[in-house]
Every structure is written in C-alpha cells, then in structure tokens.
C-alpha cells in the first residue's frame, strides 16, 4: 500500500506522525535550485608576474648562486635600471683581467658563482659614472636585505674600488 507520514506539531510542541493512504499532497525539494548568480565582474587583465619577463643580461646568472641572483632580480623587479655585466667567469678570463690590470686577484668570487657585476642605466645606456652607482647600491643593498641575504659591494672597498661589483661574504654557507 503506497502512503506517506505526515508530520504534525500538537499543541504541546510534539511532533506526532500520522500514516496517510496515497501520494503526499506535499513535495519537500530538498535541492533548492541555487540563487541566481549576480553577474561576474569583469576581471582585471592579468599583470604578467616580472618573473616571466626575462632579460637577455639575466643569462649571465647562469652558474651564479641562487642567494645572489635573488638579490639581482629583487633589485630589477622592485625597480632599480641596471645591466648584469658579468656572473661567473672563466679562469682564463680572469689571467687575461689580471694582467690587464682589471682585476688585482686570482681568487675572484666571480671564478666560484659569488659573484656579479651590475652598471646602472641611464637613458637607456649603462654608465660608468660613480654618480649613478651610489643610488643602485642604495637598491641593491635593500634587495638584499629583503632577500635575507648578506652582501659586499666593491663600491665600499677602500683600497680598490670596484663599483659594478657585488658579492657574497667569503664564508659559509658562501664559500667556493
Ligand atoms: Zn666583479
């Protein structure tokens, strides 16, 4: 015998259950169909993230230590106009920057990865013109900073002042 319970409140508050015969006169949906979406906003074209933009300098911080090529691209993405110069160099480069003059050691972080060198550019020009190394060191230092790693600038060397030159402290974990 098809039937259904129907479900009454007594006047006490109680439910009491009562068998009927045939089809519920009632229908309980129990998925109420979804409200109606309010439209979609329009969404806002996407800003390509600066990691996918890639110079072709940043090539050079191929064999650079990860620590150093954060602080780099921190500096590039938070704004400061620069050129990766050089990263990582070939001993035989360095014989010929030595004898040159260039460079005064054998032992130049650059020949490990700890090393990099950056010239400010200005109209669209890198400059060797200290007065724009001053304001990239300011950028870079505070790259670093965020970036939590501890960095050296051949500008604050007193002896042989290298002002495109950045580097990791010569201890751990940065040695060779
Ligand atoms: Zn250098």
């Known amino acids: 015998m098809r039937g259904f319970l129907r479900w009454l409140t007594g006047k006490d508050g109680s439910s009491v259950a009562t068998w009927e015969e045939g089809e519920p006169d009632i229908t309980v949906d129990v998925h109420p169909a979804a409200p109606p979406k309010p439209p979609a906003a329009k969404p806002e074209p996407a800003k390509p993230s600066p990691a996918l933009i890639v110079q072709k300098d940043e090539l050079l911080l191929v064999g650079v230590h990860p620590g150093l090529v954060r602080v780099v691209l921190r500096a590039r993405w938070d704004g400061a106009a620069f050129r990766i110069i050089e990263g990582l160099r070939s001993k035989e480069r360095q014989a010929m920057m030595v004898s040159s003059g260039k460079s005064q050691t054998m ?49 604050d060397w007193i002896s042989f002042k290298d002002g495109p030159h950045w580097q990791l402290p010569m201890r751990a974990p940065y040695l060779a």
């Not at 669209?124 to 050296?152: F, N």
């Open 107 to 155: 032992k130049s972080r650059h020949l490990t990865g700890h090393a990099v060198d950056l010239a400010p550019v200005v109209g669209g020009s890198v400059t060797w013109d200290w007065t724009h190394y001053y304001p990239l060191a300011e950028r870079v230092k505070a790259a670093a900073k965020a970036e939590g790693v501890p960095i050296e600038w051949g500008g």
